[in-house]
T-cell receptor
């Protein structure tokens, strides 16, 4: 079946450090891939997405590249800020088995804490 | 755009009581999803609708849970009777899907934190 695996958290970094959160997936065919961010007390917000192999999604200094050969979609940021502290979710989207619906699968989330 | 609006933001109730959670999706979106989030199980899909019609309710945990979408701008998730293990954050999300594409992202509301004592 379809699944998403993320690195275990929490991840604690100092401000301006480099961030990598690993994400790998299992899916048939060519899923669309997403990163969502959840701030305390809020819902998930779309951070970036990629819809085909070698696509790079980017937003707010975050980047992730769709790697079909390694089935990965790692999230990176060159210099994190305190305001980036949140939980990050990797997700994939596929057609559901009836070829009609859209099936989202979310990873367990990785909590990031950035210290000043 | 006001985004997905959920109410109430917090609900505290006693075991056995009926609970109704409400959601207003983004105007024009044709898909609506209900999720539950807990520390133990993460995000779980409960049910989703397309054009107000329930498509997949296989994630609804028990008959105590029911969901309706009487029109394109409103949906409810009802738990009757509620139990302590139903305590969680419940999210509503909507999306605008173009044809058979699966590239459309979900737009989440801020959730309802339910506590059943």
């Amino acid at each position: 079946g379809n699944s998403v695996t993320q690195m275990e958290g929490p991840v604690t970094l100092s401000e301006e450090a480099f961030l990598t959160i690993n994400c790998t997936y299992t899916a048939t065919g060519y899923p669309s891939l997403f990163w969502y961010v959840q701030y305390p007390g809020e819902g998930l917000q779309l951070l970036l997405k990629a819809t085909k192999a070698d696509d790079k999604g980017s937003n707010k200094g975050f980047e992730a590249t769709y790697r079909k050969e390694t089935t990965s979609f790692h999230l990176e940021k060159g210099s994190v800020q305190v305001s980036d502290s949140a939980v990050y979710f990797c997700a994939l989207s596929r057609l559901s088995r009836d070829n009609y619906g859209q099936n989202f699968v979310f990873g367990p989330g990785t909590r990031l804490s950035v210290l000043p | 755009d006001a985004g997905v609006i959920q109410s109430p933001r917090h609900e505290v109730t006693e075991m056995g009581q009926e609970v109704t959670l409400r959601c207003k999706p983004i105007s024009g979106h044709d898909y609506l999803f209900w999720y539950r989030q807990t520390m133990m199980r993460g995000l779980e899909l409960l049910i989703y609708f397309n054009n107000n019609v329930p498509i997949d309710d296989s994630g609804m945990p028990e008959d105590r849970f029911s969901a309706k979408m009487p029109n394109a701008s409103f949906s409810t998730l009802k738990i009757q009777p509620s139990e302590p293990r139903d305590s969680a954050v419940y999210f509503c999300a909507s999306s605008l899907r173009k044809g058979s594409s699966y590239n459309s992202p979900l737009h989440f509301g801020n959730g309802t934190r339910l506590t059943v004592t």
